[in-house]
C-alpha cells in the first residue's frame, strides 16, 4: 500500500467484465454548443492524443537514442543537448530492446519536409514512462500510469486440486499461491485437500491505466471449509512502519507459527516422521525416521524454520554436512544432507534465512533436507506439534482489529456457494464471482 499517495483506490464491487468498460462522457445534446465540441478528449501519458500525429514502436536490439532521433531528422547537436539536459531524469543509455516508445508530432508537422517529433516517450515497464520533451525547451519527466485496485470476491469447491479448481474457474493460480503458502501455510497441508474442501476469498486485483491487468494484488480475507474445520483470515497490518502485515483468525490469533511449515520452498515430502519406518535397504527391518525429508534439487536454499542461534555447522558421518539451530530452551532443529552450509556456530538467525543449500552429503539416496525437530530433547513430529504462535496481535490492537473484521466477516459470510457445484458446468466464470453486496 505504498503506492497510495499514486494510485486511486477504487473499492468497486464489480464483476469481472464491468473494469473494461468504456467509460462514456456524458454530453447534453440540446446544447448546441456543447454539440459542437464533440470530439471527446483521448488522454495517454498526459497528452491529449488527438492533437497529435502519434507514431508508436519497441526499441530493436542495437538501436540507441540517437539513431532513433537520426531517423526522425533530429541531428547531432540537437541530441547531445537533449542528452545533458536530460541526464539527471534519465539515462538515454538505458533503452531495452523490446520496450515501447511513442512519438509525438504535432499535426502541423504534415506539411514539414522532414518531420521531426515533439515528444519522445519511453516506458521502461507497464507503469512507468519516460517523458522527454524535445523541442523548444527540451526537458524530461517521469510517471506513472494510474494504477486502479478492484475487489473482487470468489469461491471454490475443490474436486481434485486447489489449482485445477482455480483452473476451471478462470481464476488465477497466485489465489492458490496466496492461500498455501503465505495466508494458510501453517494450517492446511495443502497437498492434502479434500474433495469437498470449498473457500471463499475477497482479493483485490490490480489493472495499470484501468484496461491492462497486472495480476492480484493482495487478499484481503478468506474463508477455507478443510476436513469440517473452518478457518477464517484476515489481513491486518500490525506495524505500519515496518509495514508488518500478517493474517489473523476472528479470534485475532496469528495464522502464522514461529516456525516454517518447511525448511526448502516448492519441495515434496519424500519421508515422513514415522518411527515404525521399514525400508527395503534395511531388509525390511524396522529403521525410525526421526526427521522429515523434503526432496528438492541440489543447490536449493534452505531456510531457518524460525529465528536463533546456530550451535552446530559442520559435517558427520551420515548426516553429512549440517546445520543445527537452538531456537530457545524449548525448541531445536537441524537440517542435514547440505551441498553448502553458509552459517557459522554462534551465528543469529532470522526465521527464513538460508543457512545452506539442498545436497546429497552423508548417507542419502537423492538430493533432499532431512529436517529434524527436537521439544524438550526429544525429537518429535513438527507436523504433530502445536506450534507457538508468531507474533500475537498486541492488546490494545486487538479492540481495534475486531472492529475492523467485523463488516469484512459479514461480506464474507453473505458470499454463497453455488448450490450446483460449479465445477462440473460450463462458462460459469462470470457467474462464479460473486458479485458483492455492499
Ligand atoms: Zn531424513
Request: charged fraction near 30%; hydrophobic fraction near 35%.
Amino acid at each position: 500500500m505504498r503506492l497510495k499517495q499514486l494510485i486511486t483506490f477504487a473499492v468497486i464491487a464489480v464483476s469481472i467484465y464491468s473494469c473494461k468498460e468504456d467509460k462514456t462522457t456524458e454530453i447534453d445534446f440540446e446544447n448546441e454548443e456543447v454539440n459542437n465540441v464533440v470530439e471527446e478528449k483521448k488522454l495517454e501519458f498526459g497528452f491529449d492524443i488527438n492533437d497529435y500525429i502519434v507514431q508508436r514502436d519497441t526499441i530493436k536490439s542495437g538501436d540507441s537514442f540517437g539513431e532513433i532521433m537520426q531517423r526522425n531528422n533530429i541531428g547531432y547537436p540537437n541530441i547531445f543537448k537533449i542528452a545533458e539536459v536530460t541526464k539527471d531524469t534519465f539515462d538515454i543509455r538505458k533503452l531495452h530492446p523490446g520496450r515501447p516508445y511513442t512519438l509525438l508530432y504535432s499535426k502541423a508537422s504534415a506539411q514539414d519536409s522532414l518531420p521531426s517529433p515533439e515528444t519522445f516517450i519511453y516506458q521502461p515497464n507497464q507503469e512507468e514512462y519516460v517523458v522527454i520533451g524535445l523541442k523548444d525547451s527540451i526537458h524530461a519527466y517521469t510517471s506513472r500510469k494510474p494504477i486502479t485496485y478492484v475487489e473482487k470476491t470468489a469461491t471454490g469447491v475443490i474436486e481434485s486440486s486447489i489449482s485445477k479448481t482455480l483452473e476451471e474457474k478462470g481464476l488465477s493460480q497466485r489465489l492458490a499461491y496466496k492461500m498455501a503458502d503465505e495466508i494458510y501455510a501453517w494450517t492446511i497441508d495443502f497437498r492434502r485437500l479434500q474433495k469437498g474442501d470449498r473457500f471463499k476469498v475477497i482479493y483485490t486485483d490490480k489493472y495499470i491505466d484501468d484496461t491492462i491487468y497486472a495480476g492480484i494484488q493482495d487478499v484481503k480475507a478468506a474463508y477455507f471449509e478443510h476436513n469440517g474445520d473452518s478457518l477464517y483470515a484476515f489481513q491486518y497490518e500490525t506495524d505500519s512502519i515496518k509495514g508488518i502485515v500478517d493474517y489473523f483468525n476472528e479470534d485475532a490469533k496469528n495464522l502464522r507459527r514461529a516456525f516454517l511449515k518447511a525448511p526448502v520452498q516448492f519441495s515434496r515430502i519424500s519421508s515422513r516422521y514415522n518411527l515404525k519406518r521399514r525400508i527395503a535397504v534395511y531388509g525390511y527391518k524396522v529403521r525410525a525416521h526421526r526427521g522429515t525429508d523434503f526432496a528438492a534439487p541440489i543447490g536449493t536454499p534452505i531456510m531457518a524454520t524460525a529465528s536463533g542461534t546456530v550451535i552446530e555447522s559442520t559435517r558427520r558421518g551420515g548426516n553429512g554436512k549440517y546445520v543445527k539451530i537452538r531456537h530457545n530452551d524449548t525448541y531445536t532443529t537441524q537440517y542435514l544432507h547440505m551441498s553448502k552450509r553458509l552459517v557459522q556456530k554462534g551465528d543469529f538467525v532470522k526465521q527464513g534465512d538460508i543457512i545452506g543449500k539442498v545436497g546429497m552429503t552423508g548417507n542419502t539416496g537423492g538430493p533432499h533436507v532431512c529436517y529434524r525437530f527436537w521439544k524438550n530433547g526429544v525429537q518429535v513430529d513438527p507436523f504433530k506439534q502445536k506450534l507457538p504462535e508468531a507474533k500475537p496481535i498486541s492488546d490494545s490492537l486487538k479492540v481495534e482489529f475486531l472492529d475492523h473484521i467485523k463488516p469484512i466477516k459479514q461480506r464474507l459470510d453473505n458470499i454463497f456457494f453455488l448450490e450446483a457445484d460449479p465445477i462440473h458446468e460450463e462458462n460459469t466464470i462470470t457467474e462464479d464471482l460473486n458479485t458483492d453486496i455492499q
